[in-house]
């Protein structure tokens, strides 16, 4: 295990080093794939040879992922400007509108924020993609996402300065037709690690007393994840404490964000919505603290969700409309109209029938926007149960007629538009 671990740091280091190859195909697990993007972010850290843009965002499918890449590329701009005025440099112009337009297809709007960075991203430090999603839910949307970095035919001239490091799934799949179609153009390597041995490397990881400090705690954070996976809840508990306390006293903040939602997953899941609940508080209270308003979004969601769970109505009401505002300004519109929908239902609960009406329509409009038909649909059914209650039928045949156009608009192309706006 470990003399596999040393050969895909070596790997990655020379694959980054090398001019001749553009992409590096990873065969891994969901667990083996946690790996080189620890070690990628280690890269990030202490490499200042090179730009570095990780996307471990799981990928339900490709059109998610790409969402979930420019919503990270937000504050990553913000990252890289910054270091880019510290060394007087130009900062970069805002990123292109069809990078954050979920209506073009993934595969144009990745190619559009690379030949944006490849244009942009000052010479002549090369530019390192890590796109290793933690999970992969569809793998066709998501090899047609990356199929332009494959080079099926030749490598194309806006490949240069960069190095794509994607991952096949489990079987593979990607990996046995680069070899029948005697793709020469990428390398390739398959992660032998099973979960069993992945386990036991985590643990010798996090008892080396030899190993910096960092690389202990961060094993020990894996082995909390990996005990919540199993249902190991009071183990992944006790380990999420540990990991909050010593990332808290070194003021990593994110890290210690992502423990505290951890913790309140792994207590949801465990059956103690009360104390799940103080967790999320807690990290969003931290979030507020970072400014990080990544880690603030998913902690409002899951907070109003738990209150909702709870019976805590007004309070879910004020966590989904937060939550919606921030995922508006992160140009996040999937999170924003799920949001919008909760935010409807408590609104409703409590009586306020204008404002649900307003919500949801307003949500199911811009779900419509983005061709995100099946929560169009959810809130669609849900107006139709509140006109039918309150003896409005002529709206609900309304929106039983919108179902049939959005069957419609689902089945054809989706055109290309502006992009997504506050």
Not at 205 to 212: G, I, Q, V
Not at 239 to 265: E, I, M
Not at 356 to 372: C, D, H
Request: proline share 7%; glycine share 6%; charged share 25%.
């Amino acid at each position: 295990m470990q003399r596999a671990a040393d050969a895909l740091v070596g790997t990655l280091r020379e694959f980054i080093n090398q001019p001749d190859y553009p992409t590096l195909v990873l065969g891994a697990t969901d667990a083996a794939v946690a790996l080189p993007n620890r070690t990628l972010y280690s890269f990030s850290q202490e490499d200042e040879d090179h730009y570095f843009l990780l996307f471990p965002n799981p990928a339900p499918n490709g059109a998610a992922y790409m969402d979930a890449i420019a919503q990270a590329l937000v504050p990553q701009r913000e990252a890289l400007n910054a270091g880019l005025v510290a060394r007087g440099a130009e900062p970069l112009p805002p990123w292109p509108l069809e990078v954050e337009d979920s209506r073009i297809p993934p595969d144009k709007r990745l190619r559009a924020a690379i030949e944006f960075c490849g244009a942009h991203l000052p010479q002549p430090d090369d530019i390192v993609w890590g796109l290793l999603p933690a999970e992969i839910g569809d793998m066709a949307s998501y090899q047609a996402l990356i199929a332009p970095l494959l080079a099926p035919t030749t490598v194309e001239p806006w490949m240069d300065r960069h190095r794509f490091i994607v991952r096949d799934a489990d079987p593979n799949v990607i990996i046995p037709e680069l070899y029948q179609a005697k793709n020469n153009r990428l390398l390739v390597m398959e992660l032998d690690f099973s979960n069993e041995s992945y386990e036991r490397e985590l643990h010798r990881t996090a008892l080396d007393k030899a190993l910096p400090h960092d690389d202990r705690v961060f094993a020990f954070f894996q082995l909390a994840c990996l005990d919540f996976a199993f249902k190991r809840y009071p183990d992944a508990i006790e380990k999420y404490g540990h990991c909050f306390n010593y990332y808290s006293s070194k003021g990593n903040k994110p890290l210690a964000t992502l423990c505290l939602k951890g913790a309140g997953d792994t207590t949801l899941q465990g059956g103690k919505p009360v104390e799940a609940l103080k967790f999320y508080q807690q990290s969003i209270a931290l979030s507020m603290q970072d400014k990080n308003m990544m880690t603030l979004q998913q902690g409002l969601q899951s907070a109003g969700q738990t209150s909702m769970d709870l019976g805590k109505i007004e309070d879910a009401e004020g966590y989904f409309k937060h939550s919606s505002q921030i995922a508006g300004k992160l140009m996040n519109p999937h999170a924003k109209v799920d949001a919008m929908e909760r935010q409807g239902q408590c609104e409703w609960q409590l009586g306020k029938f204008q404002e649900a009406q307003e919500t949801w329509t307003n949500g199911k409009n811009l779900a419509r926007q983005f061709g995100y038909y099946e929560r169009a649909y959810s809130i669609l059914d849900r107006l139709i149960a509140m006109y039918r209650v309150s003896g409005m039928s002529r709206q609900a045949s309304e929106c039983e007629q919108e179902k049939l156009v959005i069957a419609n608009e689902a089945a054809a192309p989706a055109p290309p538009g502006a992009a997504y706006g506050r």
